[in-house]
C-alpha cells in the first residue's frame, strides 16, 4: 500500500535513496491513518460495513485516497530530515498541492477550510445524536476547522462517540439538562404575535433540536448552525427562518450550489428555496452568490438563465430575469460584469457569447449561474452533477442574518465538514 506512495514523495523532493527513515515514516503514517475515522465514500466501496480500527481493519484500503496527501509528505520530510533529500518543501503546501490532485473540489474547499483553520468559530449541529454529526465534529476538533457544539441527549452522543472509538471530549448542549429558560423567554418574545404560546415556545425548544440551535445562534451562544441530514429541507429551514431571519441588507435567502469540474467551477442559484421568485427575487439573489463566490477567490461573472437570448422571445417569463439584469446594471453596488436574459449555452460557451452577443457586459463564459426558478435551478444542478461529471457542494444558504446552512438528507460526513468550514468563513466575516 505504500509502495506508490513511497516513491511519490522521494520523486518530489528529489531524493537520492529510499532510507530506511522513509520507509519507517511511511508505515507510520498509514499506522496513523486506520485509526482514523473512515470516509463514508470508502466504507460504501467496501460493501457498507463499519470499518473502524482493530482486529479486522488494521491498514488503511486502497481506495482510501487519503493515504495520498498523508503518507506522501511523511516520506517526504523523513527524506529531508535524514539527508536524503536535495530539494526543500515547505510541507503545508505540499500536502495541499497533493490534495489537489484528487479534484478541483477539493482545491476550492481547501481554501475555505484554510481561512476557517486560521480562526475558527463554534458551529452548532442541530442533529448531535447522529452518527454522521458527531463523527463529522470529531474530525473538525482534530483538524482544528470549527468548535462544534452537539445538540442532543449527553448519554447517547458519548455512548456513540465511544462506539465509534472516536478520541475526543465533545461540547454537548443537552435540551433535557441544564437551564434553557432564556432559549424559551427569547422564542417566546420573538414568535408571541405568530401565534406561538409560552408553553409551545418551552415545548419547541425542549423537543426541537431546530428551533433549540436556531436560539442559540441568535442569542450569541454559537456563531453558525448545521442542520438538515435528517430533515426535509422546508421544515429544517422553517425554524432559522422564524428566528434568525435574513440579513438587514437582504430580503430573501437562497439555496447556491458549487460545481466543480476539472478545469471550471460553477455558482448555481436558487435550487432550494425560492419557488417563484420575481426580479426583485433574482437580482438579490444573484448579488449574494456573486459574494458567495468571492469567499472562494472566484471572481464572479454572473449570467441569468432563460430560454430566451437578450429579448429573442418576450413574456411574463423571461422579463423577469431580463428586468432584473436593469436593476443589477443601475445599481452602483454591483462591481461585477453580469447580463441576461440569455441562454445555458451562450452563458457557458464563450463562441457563442463573444461572437453573435459582441454587446453583452460578460467577456469570459459565466461561473455564478441564476436559474429562473427553483424547479429550474435543481433540475440544472443535479443533470450537471449526474450526467456532467461535476462534484457539488453545498446546498450553501445565503442572505441569512447569522451563517446558516441545510444540509441535504444523506450527505456524508465530508459534506458536513465542508459546510461547517463554510459556515465557519461565514462567521468571521459578520
Request: aromatic share 6%; proline share 5%; glycine share 6%.
Amino acid at each position: 500500500l505504500g509502495f506508490p506512495f513511497i516513491f511519490r514523495g522521494a520523486l518530489d523532493v528529489r531524493a537520492t535513496e529510499i532510507n530506511e527513515e522513509m520507509k519507517r515514516a511511511a508505515a507510520e503514517a498509514l499506522a496513523n491513518l486506520a485509526r482514523q475515522d473512515v470516509p463514508d465514500a470508502v466504507v460504501k466501496a467496501y460493501g457498507d460495513g463499519p470499518l473502524q480500527f482493530g482486529p479486522d481493519y488494521l491498514i488503511p484500503k486502497p481506495l482510501d485516497q487519503r493515504v495520498l496527501y498523508e503518507v506522501t509528505p511523511a516520506v517526504a520530510e523523513a527524506a529531508m530530515e535524514s539527508g536524503a533529500a536535495r530539494r526543500e518543501r515547505d510541507l503545508d503546501d505540499y500536502r495541499e498541492e497533493l490534495e489537489a490532485r484528487l479534484g478541483k473540489s477539493r482545491e476550492m474547499m481547501r481554501v475555505v477550510l484554510n481561512k476557517a483553520a486560521s480562526n475558527p468559530k463554534r458551529v452548532v449541529l442541530a442533529e448531535g445524536e447522529d452518527e454522521k454529526m458527531i463523527r463529522a465534529a470529531s474530525q473538525l476538533v482534530e483538524e482544528g476547522i470549527a468548535e462544534p457544539i452537539l445538540v442532543g441527549r449527553t448519554k447517547e452522543i458519548l455512548r456513540t462517540a465511544e462506539d465509534l472509538g472516536l478520541d475526543f471530549d465533545p461540547t454537548i448542549a443537552d435540551p433535557e439538562s441544564g437551564e434553557w429558560n432564556h432559549y424559551v423567554d427569547h422564542l417566546y418574545e420573538r414568535r408571541q404575535r405568530k401565534g406561538l404560546t409560552r408553553t409551545e415556545a418551552a415545548e419547541l425548544v425542549r423537543g426541537d433540536s431546530n428551533y433549540f440551535a436556531s436560539v442559540m445562534v441568535e442569542v450569541g451562544d454559537a456563531d453558525a448552525m448545521l442542520t438538515g441530514l435528517t430533515h426535509h429541507y422546508p421544515s429544517a429551514l422553517r425554524p432559522p427562518l422564524q428566528i434568525i431571519g435574513t440579513a438587514d441588507d437582504a430580503d430573501y435567502a437562497a439555496g447556491v450550489y458549487m460545481l466543480t469540474f476539472r478545469n471550471r467551477v460553477i455558482f448555481c442559484a436558487d435550487a432550494t428555496v425560492n419557488l417563484d421568485p420575481d426580479e426583485n427575487v433574482l437580482a438579490e439573489v444573484t448579488k449574494h452568490t456573486a459574494e458567495l463566490a468571492r469567499r472562494f477567490n472566484v471572481e464572479p461573472r454572473a449570467a441569468l438563465l432563460s430560454y430566451s437570448d437578450f429579448g429573442s422571445v418576450t413574456n411574463e417569463g423571461t422579463r423577469k430575469p431580463r428586468n432584473a439584469v436593469e436593476q443589477l446594471h443601475a445599481d452602483p453596488d454591483v462591481d461585477f460584469p453580469v447580463d441576461g436574459e440569455m441562454q445555458a449555452d451562450t452563458a457557458l460557451v464563450e463562441e457563442m457569447l463573444t461572437d453573435t452577443y459582441d454587446f453583452a457586459e460578460l467577456d469570459d463564459p459565466a461561473n455564478v449561474l441564476v436559474f429562473p426558478n427553483l424547479e429550474a435551478g435543481n433540475i440544472g444542478y443535479k443533470l450537471l452533477q449526474r450526467l456532467g461529471g461535476a462534484e457539488a457542494i453545498g446546498p450553501m444558504l445565503v442572505g441569512m442574518d447569522k451563517p446558516v446552512h441545510v444540509l441535504q438528507r444523506g450527505d456524508e460526513v465530508k459534506d458536513i465538514v465542508n459546510l461547517a468550514g463554510v459556515a465557519v468563513v461565514d462567521a468571521q466575516s459578520e
